[in-house]
């Protein structure tokens, strides 16, 4: 039987309804974060050995990994030399094959006559390597933080493979797709303590994290983002990790992040400008925090509660992300959002089906968010550039 709604009823809803109307009128409609940038161009380049080294490697064609020293690189090619030929033995570990030459005379035996090489950048692995399994961070940039309204950094975990450097992703109708820069840390050992971290070698690559915004906001505790409740599920979509190709090991790694500059364009317009020096919290701080984060399987995703990491620890092929910079696409829904959503929610039926009116309202900010077109299409092309990590560029199918 239909349930009858009473004239005092109407009366209340009509006056309701007007109102609405009546803010919604003059409500305004801000779409997008503003970020700074700085004054002068980005200049890509390699640091100098004295300060860093570079590798990258590619996958052979009886499936080895070979590992290169980096010395320069363009748009298309690095400029690379065969770690073996400077006398490092081979693995698919980096770290082990930087260990196994003396690096201190690397300059003086480039110089004494070895054989330099050119590799597409295409052809480069993710610097990320093969772990599917990663320690991602949330709001650990000020502004970006003041922009997503959080009043603290937090952790939860990624879950995918990297993709790399020249890659794809799919931007589904009915997904809310943005993007975000961040600089990636992994280490030669597992972390199980601050002084495990302070002994690790430690190496650094560009790294992006893609959400589904829709499915975030869907899922997410507004009240508690320290839950994590969303964040799994909506960064962990295929495609949604793409590494930079060349893993840095710098000499002394606070001053290296405190310089190193990090960019975001989408079809070539200015999105995010960052430097490493500005996180709130730096890697060292990160890894104790998510360290202290590891007794309770606590992390939603896909319908089940996960621990931050599978041991207590940061285990090997694990990644240890930065965060993000201001300049993200989401904004929260604007007052029009929330006028349109509570005036379906009292007309459409929604009110007398056990939906909430929050729930209303996010459905009308996603359909109009997705209406307008503003997050990120097929066609467009995401570029990630940083000062000494290399690039990354991604094309929106």
């Known amino acids: 039987m ?18 609405l109307a009546g803010l919604w009128a003059t409500s305004p409609d801000p779409r997008g974060n503003p970020a700074t940038f700085e004054d002068t161009a980005l200049t890509p380049g390699i640091l100098p050995l004295d300060e860093a080294i570079t590798l990258a490697q590619t996958e052979t064609s009886d499936g080895a990994i070979a590992t290169w020293l980096v010395l320069g690189f363009d748009q298309e090619e690095a400029t690379v030399v065969d770690m073996e030929a400077l006398g490092a033995e081979p693995s698919s570990d980096p770290f082990a094959v930087l260990a196994s030459v003396d690096d201190i005379d ?51 975990p990624k879950f995918g493979t990297a993709t790399p450097a020249r890659t794809t992703v799919s931007a589904d109708p009915e997904v809310m797709l ?65 590494a ?10 606070r001053s290296f992040i405190a310089e190193e500059r990090m960019t975001t364009h989408v079809n070539g317009e200015p999105r995010q400008d960052a430097r490493g020096g500005e996180m709130t919290l730096d890697f060292r701080e990160l890894a104790e925090q998510a360290l202290a984060d ?29 965060g993000t910079s201001e300049g993200v696409i989401f904004t929260p829904p604007t007052r029009a959002d929330i006028i ?25 900010f996603i359909d109009n968010e997705i209406e307008t077109a503003h997050f990120l299409q097929p066609g467009d092309t995401v570029h990630y550039r940083s000062s000494s990590m290399g690039d990354i560029v991604i094309a929106v199918e």
């Open 2 to 19: 239909a349930r009858k709604i009473g004239v005092w009823t109407l009366a209340i809803l009509a006056i309701a309804a007007l109102t």
């Open 106 to 156: 690397l300059e003086a035996r480039i110089a004494g006559g070895v054989t330099r090489e050119t590799m597409p950048i295409a052809d480069l692995l993710p610097a990320a390597g093969t772990g599917d399994r990663h320690i991602a961070t949330g709001t650990n940039f000020p502004e970006h933080a003041e922009e997503a309204s959080s009043e603290a950094v937090f952790r939860f």
């Open 178 to 242: 943005d993007y975000e820069i961040e600089m990636c840390m992994i280490f030669d050992r597992p972390i199980r303590s601050v002084e495990d971290f302070d002994a690790a070698a430690k190496g650094f690559f560009l790294c992006g994290d893609f959400t589904d915004r829709s499915t975030l906001i869907r899922l997410i505790d507004p009240d508690n983002l320290d839950s994590g409740h969303g964040f799994s599920d909506a960064k962990s979509g295929p495609g949604f990790y793409p």
């Open 244 to 253: 930079g190709a060349f893993l840095v090991i710098p000499r002394d790694w």
């Open 294 to 322: 590891m007794a309770d399987a606590r992390f939603l995703y896909r319908g089940d509660y996960y621990w931050l990491s599978p041991e207590p620890a940061i285990l090997e092929g694990m990644t240890l992300m930065s």
């Open 340 to 364: 349109e959503g509570a005036l379906w929610h009292l007309f459409s039926g929604r009110l007398f089906d056990g939906e909430t009116v929050v729930s209303s309202i996010i459905e009308t």
